[in-house]
């Protein structure tokens, strides 16, 4: 893990000697747009010639903005969106203001390939990437499209939703079998969550994913697209071609309850197997206990000590640690909290490449929320090559 001037990286090579990277890079503040954009680009570059990148290993970038509306144009002109060299890549915009005071941020994922690696876009929101005969599908900027006020949160979740479903169908797949991951952002969370949730459980139970079987990794969280009247986006990541030994589902219920408790339908986090490696998608997790409690409510610090260890517990119960994060994600509701929460990261986990964003977590109690994702080695034969 590497951190300089804006710039963290971190990287975890397989025995297979594939490699995969993260870049997070913070804009510096008090500059406009334009040369935010700049100093991110020059960054991104700089970060990528000190790994040796080749510029088609570019699979994954979202950007963090503070006002999705009026820099979404800007940024779609951008090499952050699009460079011709790098092929296609599946770029995602969200409004989470980058914190402390920048307009910009880039987390970006980046892909090391001995075999050959094929990148095909289905569409505009869709990429395919096809690796060791496995096909994993990016999805990202999914939205109603709105034009008008009168669409619910829980009729734009439906069409969310529909779509990915869609592009899975087009390829053999299902939301069911194949989708690993979602990100939900909903443009005021406080008040349209509830619509989605209840949207989400009826589809999903239409789908075949229950209690009884197994739901999906995700976050939902404040965020927004670039359209006015569109009240929930996502982002997902799919995997077409998994076997079912590859997959289990994380938990520690000494710790944690399972979601289903309190009426809502994620996955604490997944696991994914692979001959030498295994990817832990940790889903967005909070101060909570095993019986579904908000802990120290109104305590950021404590607030996010209690989260972290929630997420070494589920990274325990996978066969993992703190140690093999790849990244975190911290989501605060309280902007003015940002230094201390930095602090308390950099103490706990020094060098790991975090990005702090402000986004309401689903609960107003709730001051804090992480996610990412952690690779660990894994000696698995029988299992798929990454």
């Not at 980046?110 to 496995?134: F, N, Q, T, Y």
């Not at 832990?280 to 095993?290: Q, V």
């Amino acid at each position: 893990m590497e951190h300089n001037d804006g710039i963290a990286t971190s990287s975890f090579r397989g025995a297979s000697g594939d490699a995969e990277h993260v870049i997070c890079i913070e804009a510096p503040a008090g500059l406009g747009l334009a040369q935010q954009i700049d100093a991110v680009e020059r960054r991104y570059e700089a970060a990528r010639s000190a790994l040796k990148l080749a510029p088609d290993s570019a699979i994954f970038r979202r950007l963090f903005v503070s006002d999705v509306t009026n820099q979404a144009p800007a940024l779609r002109q951008s090499r952050l969106f699009a460079a011709l060299e790098e092929g296609p890549v599946a770029v995602s915009i969200v409004q989470q203001p980058p914190l402390p005071e920048a307009k910009l941020a880039l987390f970006a994922y980046h892909l090391e390939s001995a075999a050959p690696l094929a990148k095909r876009r289905l569409a505009a929101k869709h990429l395919l990437v096809e690796k060791s005969g496995l096909a994993h599908l990016w999805s990202t900027r999914l939205c109603a499209g709105a034009d008008g006020g009168a669409d619910s949160a829980a009729s734009q979740t439906r069409a969310v939703f529909d779509e990915l479903i869609a592009t899975l169908a087009r390829q053999g797949g299902t939301l069911r079998d194949h989708c690993v991951r979602t990100w939900i952002y909903l443009k005021d969370v406080d008040v349209f969550y509830h619509g989605m949730v209840e949207s989400r459980s009826t589809l999903f139970r239409e789908q075949g994913l229950t209690g009884d079987s197994h739901y999906i990794a995700s976050t939902g969280i404040e965020g927004a697209c670039a359209h006015r009247y569109d009240l929930v986006a996502m982002d997902a990541y799919s995997i077409l071609g998994l076997a079912p030994r590859q997959v289990s589902y994380l938990n520690d219920f000494e710790l944690l309850c399972a979601t289903k408790d309190y009426n809502v339908t994620f996955e604490r986090g997944t696991r994914i197997g692979y001959a030498d490696r295994a990817h832990h998608f940790i889903s967005g997790t909070a101060s909570i206990d095993n019986r579904g409690r908000v802990l120290y409510p109104g305590d950021v610090l404590r607030q996010l000590e209690r989260a972290l260890d929630n997420v070494e517990g589920l990274l325990r119960s996978g066969g993992a640690g703190l140690a093999d994060m790849m990244h975190l994600t911290v989501y605060l509701r309280d902007r003015t909290d940002f230094a201390g929460v930095q602090r308390a990261l950099a103490e706990r986990l020094p060098g790991l490449p975090a990005l702090i964003v402000q986004g309401a977590v689903c609960r107003p109690e709730w001051l804090v929320e992480v996610e990412g994702v952690a690779a660990a080695a894994e000696d698995a034969p029988a299992l798929p090559r990454f």
